[in-house]
């Protein structure tokens, strides 16, 4: 079946520093990648996506490229800010899977002023 | 605004004293689906839902039912809770099954 690893946290960066957050998968077929975000008490929110191998997703400064050679989609991020604090999901969909999200276990950032 | 809307945001109740938890998106999305978010466990889904009357089951589908009768509502109805069941659940909904995916707020359960 379809699986997400992601790298465990928590992560704890000082502002402005380089983050990434690894990701890796397994599925059947083609999936479509998702970075997910959840702030403090709230749902989570889609932050980027790629729906095919070589694609780039960003967005808020946030990045990430689909690899199919190596099946990874690590998330990136030049200059880290306080409001980054959340936690990150990598999250695969596969038509072959139920049309369901396949979720990591999430990696906690805390940025410090 | 386009939302997905969760009832209640909290709930402590007792083993055994059935609950419903509602759901409902103002976006006309085909697609929903209930997951549980459990410490260490990420997200993992419950039932999901194709469209009106067509629901099925997901990665961990026992001890809870869902219904859909109208394409905006989508409850999960607990029928005999337990302390398992203690989590924090989310609503997801999204024009088509291969599109990214809208999330409720949640919704904290606590089964004592």
């Known amino acids: 079946g379809n699986s997400v690893t992601q790298m465990e946290g928590p992560v704890t960066l000082s502002e402005e520093a380089f983050l990434t957050i690894n990701c890796t998968y397994t599925?059947?077929?083609?999936?479509?990648l998702f970075w997910y975000v959840q702030y403090p008490g709230e749902g989570l929110q889609l932050l980027l996506k790629?729906?095919?191998?070589?694609d780039k997703g960003s967005n808020k400064g946030f990045e990430a490229t689909y690899r199919k050679e190596t099946t990874s989609f690590h998330l990136e991020k030049g200059s880290v800010q306080v409001s980054d604090s959340a936690v990150y999901f990598c999250?695969?969909?596969?038509?072959?899977?139920?049309?369901?999200?396949?979720f990591g276990k999430g990696t906690l950032l805390t940025v410090n002023p | 605004e386009a939302q997905v809307t969760q009832n209640p945001r909290y709930l402590i109740t007792v083993t055994g004293k059935k609950l419903t938890v509602t759901c409902s998106q103002n976006?006309?999305?085909?697609?929903m689906s209930w997951y549980r978010q459990d410490p260490g466990l990420g997200l993992r889904q419950i039932y999901y839902?194709?469209?009106?009357?067509?629901?099925d089951k997901g990665d961990v589908p026992e001890g809870y039912k869902v219904s859909r009768k109208e394409k905006r509502n989508f409850p999960l109805i607990l029928e005999s809770p337990s302390p398992n069941q203690t989590s924090l659940y989310f609503c997801?909904?999204?024009?088509?099954?291969?599109?990214?995916?809208?999330f409720g707020d949640g919704t904290r359960l606590s089964i004592l």
């Open positions: 997801a909904s999204s024009q088509e099954p291969l599109q990214p995916q809208h």
């Open positions: 599925a059947t077929g083609y999936p479509s």
């Open positions: 790629a729906t095919k191998a070589d």
């Open positions: 999250a695969l969909l596969s038509g072959g899977s139920n049309y369901k999200l396949t």
């Open positions: 976006m006309n999305h085909e697609y």
């Open positions: 839902s194709m469209n009106v009357e067509v629901t």
